[in-house]
């Protein structure tokens, strides 16, 4: 029988190797603000260069790490920099970077309650703060998902489950047409044809339009389909447009379909008083998905699926195993339906079984902190679009193409004598121009035929200076055009 130790390093050289990502960690982060704010140029071949077969011997981690910190780490957009206002931002607290650490290697199991009891209630704790910040009721539940995407999967499969029969073929849902494309996936993964996802047209204000909802629900009804249910939005990514919450739920209480709040870019602004004002109607939904790794400032990979009635959740996800560890308490139920909802088996509430305990990484930033500094960074973000939205008017030929509902502002350039295809083609070659400076970073969009520049402040490190930059460039970029 042969043996090898060599996996089980010594606490001295597990030390070493923390203390050398600790000074490449401590370095990156703080030349930050000097970093390009993207920065691809040759990642291509960088990337291609990278790729090897199997090795069969190891090598120093000093060499790892300078490949990773010198060569591969730089050659991408510089996402949690203050200059990022691409996409939708969040900027990756480090706090959790060291919650991650913890967590992982510890390396507890928290699929099944009665394997670590103490973690899966930090984790159903932070479900409960998300519940309190939009205002759910105690009913209420939810569990930490990589991302919206899945959050926006499970909660339609939530929805299929709660509101259609097994043969569910003929569910009709609605969306807008500025709703994000991983709800028309999320409906193609749940099972449903393409066609069932029913696109409505949105308002001048990007919203979703309430007459034409409820128009194509009874065209659809009277067609003998069954419209089950309807998805808003708590901010879209183009614009962060809200839709009218209050309009679409009594639609939707009135229709009995199930209401899913996208929130995954603007539904923590709810810890602000204007996000609340604008978001009117967001406790109103049966189901609302959220992204702590957007609004909450938390690395990638962390999500949330709130559902007003928890038990539907469970129903939807829950299947028992006889090799799995006893549920909860020490005697094990004989139905999903037995088990006691205020302790939480993830495995039942979602579709993984075993996973990383994200809980942490949540938790640990809020109790060093408190929510407040996280409450002050979204509402400063709000001031910033608004500062900037100000600051574009300025701008000659500059229009402002949605004005910010919660902190992203779109806009374009105009010129006069251009068709529709020059001003995307003047629009698109502008972004590069601002792009190029690397102070910031923005992105673009379709809306409708125009192509839209668009503003997204959202990471925690940016700042009234960081955006005076953006608008200093986009200025100069201006005159170049
Ligand atoms: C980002 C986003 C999603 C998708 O979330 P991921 O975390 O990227 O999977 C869904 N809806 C909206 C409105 C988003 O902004």
């Not at 090898?4 to 703080?30: F, N, P, T, Y």
Request: aromatic share 8%.
């Amino acid at each position: 029988m042969k043996e090898d130790r060599s996996l089980e390093i010594s606490g001295d050289a597990l030390g070493d190797l923390i203390d050398a990502a600790k000074a490449r960690i401590l370095e990156h982060i703080e030349t930050l603000p000097l970093q390009p704010s993207a920065d691809t140029d040759g990642a291509a071949a960088m990337a291609r260069s990278l790729a090897e077969p199997l090795p069969r011997r190891g090598r120093p981690y000093e060499e790892l790490f300078d490949l990773l910190f010198q060569r591969v780490i730089p050659k991408s957009f510089t996402t949690a920099g203050p200059g990022y206002l691409a996409y939708i931002p969040g900027g990756g607290l480090p706090q959790s970077a060291v919650a991650d650490l913890i967590a992982d290697a510890t390396n507890r199991y928290v699929g099944v309650y009665a394997a670590a009891p103490g973690l899966a209630q930090i984790e159903t704790t932070v479900t409960r703060w998300f519940c309190e910040i939009v205002g759910y009721p105690a009913s209420a539940g939810g569990i930490l998902t990589s991302g919206g995407s899945l959050s926006n999967f499970s909660a339609l499969v939530t929805a299929r489950w709660d509101r259609l029969p097994e043969n569910f073929l003929s569910g009709i849902i609605y969306v807008s047409d500025q709703t994000h494309h991983s709800i028309q996936k999320a409906a193609m993964l749940a099972g449903f044809p393409a066609g069932n996802v029913r696109a409505i047209a949105s308002d001048e204000k990007f919203r979703i339009r309430i007459t034409e909802l409820s128009r194509a629900i009874a065209a659809d009804r009277a067609a003998g389909r069954t419209p089950f249910a309807v998805v808003a939005n708590a901010g879209t990514t183009n614009t962060g447009a809200v839709d009218d919450l209050i309009a679409v739920s009594e639609i939707a209480r009135v229709e009995r379909l199930w209401l899913h709040i996208d929130g995954a870019y603007g539904g923590f602004f709810a810890l602000t008083e204007r996000g609340r004002r604008t978001m009117a109607g967001l406790e109103r939904g049966d189901s609302i998905a959220l992204d702590p790794h957007k609004g909450l400032f938390l690395p990638y990979g962390t999500g949330a699926l709130l559902v007003r009635d928890a038990g539907a959740l469970r129903r939807a996800h829950g299947v028992m195993a006889d090799y799995l560890p006893e549920m909860q308490e020490s005697t094990a139920p004989d139905s999903v339906e037995a088990l006691s909802p205020e302790l939480s088996d993830f495995h039942l509430l979602s579709p993984e079984l075993s996973r990383a305990w994200r809980g942490l990484r949540v938790w640990l930033p809020i109790e060093m902190h408190g929510i407040e500094p996280f409450r002050t960074n979204l509402d400063e973000k709000l001031d910033l679009a608004l500062w900037a939205t100000e600051e574009l008017k300025k701008i000659r030929d500059i229009e402002i193409l949605a004005e910010p509902q919660l902190s992203i502002v779109a806009f374009r350039l105009v010129r006069p004598g251009l068709d529709l295809k020059g001003l995307n083609a003047l629009n698109r070659g502008l972004m590069d121009r601002v792009n190029r400076r690397k102070r910031i970073y923005v992105s673009g969009t379709m809306l409708g035929d125009i192509f839209a520049i668009r503003f997204c402040v959202l990471s925690f490190r940016t700042h009234f200076e960081r955006m005076q930059n953006g608008l200093e460039d986009l200025r100069a970029a201006v005159q170049e055009c």
